[in-house]
């Protein structure tokens, strides 16, 4: 069920989902442990809170006041026995207290009496339960420096009683202890939960990396593990692998000979008019032949591609510069830049150098300047190609790519071969993972954009 929200609020939670929501599964999946992990930690710190820890402070606030105030009690009426009653109440309370009559004490007393910041959550109800106790007399309670004993002054007519008892009278550690034994239980909950997810995470992850991998051309062996879902898309994606490999594989054999019986005959015409006199129309055939051997290397080149060669890490910048300078005696003017940081990607060299070599080939037809640039942006690496040649239109900057089309309608040679150098190009950079895109030049002609990720 989708529920339909305002498109302001909409927007606010997609970009709110964007922003803080993770990107990865590993700490989506986290997250969905995490949160209600910490929500049932808060609402059982807060019942245990309310149904035990106070009431159990309370409770203990309440005694000690009740012995303070039994204990002024007592002093008030039988000041003979201060003595008698101060040993009482340290052996049966462990309530130590002094009676302080002279004025002159009691003020040293109150302004010397910073025994460090009042503790609330220690001291709050005892003040309370005092304030109860006491509601026409002025009381004060402090922590001593290392928190363990309590400060508890009153003030009466018949002098300033200090009270000293320890922090155990009126409060329950067993707070803390409950804390500490959810806080551990989480964690070691969280530490589980984490490599058990990164097991599983790493699985997926895996598939993934192969599965790029293969759009690249590079044959990474895979064995499926992990949860019997991910088990059964790696068994998928190995078995599509396999059935890409054969058709490519069937296709190459059937165009390789088709390439061996297209050429006997053609070889055969060849040498008969080799043997005849030389006239015009004999050198139109030879041309002619000449040009179906041309156009048959190129589709075998297209279709075939370069599917044996291996992936090396390929320097980019070297493999340019070797290109660049068969283009160096020709009627155009090359220039070349390049950036030192440019990183060398793993790819097939022969496919590779193919591909740019189409690309800067039709810039030397069309063009009398071209411009080459190397750069590496946002883990990819850039190649430009420009000219100030005629360009290619809009609307059939897509249709160049389409096999044997050309803008030459006419299909002469001396404008272009057949058709498929720009195929060929997208069909190996595509098989790199990476894309071309064609764009108006700052010369006034084309550019080439090839991007490939690093």
Known sequence: MHIKFPDKLDKT????????????????????????????QVVSVIAFWDGNWEKVGRRLSNNLANN??????????????????QALYDKNYGIKFDLIKDEKEQLSIKSSTHYGEEYKLVTGLLEKSLHHKFPQTVTNVYLDDGHENIIILVETGKGLYRFNTSTKNIFSSSL????????????????????????????????????EDFGKGINTPFKPYGSSEVRKAGIAFIKMKERILKQISERTQMLAGVSHDLRTPLTRMKLQLAMLPENDENKEFIDDIGEMEKMLDGYLAFVSGEGGEKNTFVDMNELILS?????????????????????????????????????????????????VALESNNKKLEITVDDDGPGIPPEKREDVFKAFYRLDESRNSETGGVGLGLSIARDIITSHGGKIELSDSELGGLRVLISIPL
């Open 323 to 371: 290109i660049i300078n068969k283009f160096r005696n020709g009627k155009a003017m090359i220039r070349y830049s390049t950036n030192d940081q440019v990183s060398a990607i793993q790819g097939r060299e022969q496919a590779l150098k193919r591909a740019i070599t189409n690309i800067i080939s039709n810039a030397f037809n069309y063009g009398k300047v071209i411009a």
């Open 68 to 85: 303070i105030t039994t204990a002024i009690e007592l002093t008030t009426n039988n000041s003979q026995d201060l003595e008698k009653i």
């Open 13 to 40: 939670l997609q970009y709110l989902k964007l922003k803080i929501m993770p990107n990865t599964l590993f700490f989506r999946t986290m997250l969905l442990i995490f949160i209600p992990l910490i929500l049932v």
């Open 176 to 211: 803390f202890g409950f804390v500490a034994w959810m806080v551990g239980t989480s964690l070691l909950l969280f530490l589980v939960a984490t490599l058990f997810l990164r097991i599983q995470v790493r699985s997926i992850a895996t598939l993934a990396q192969v599965a």
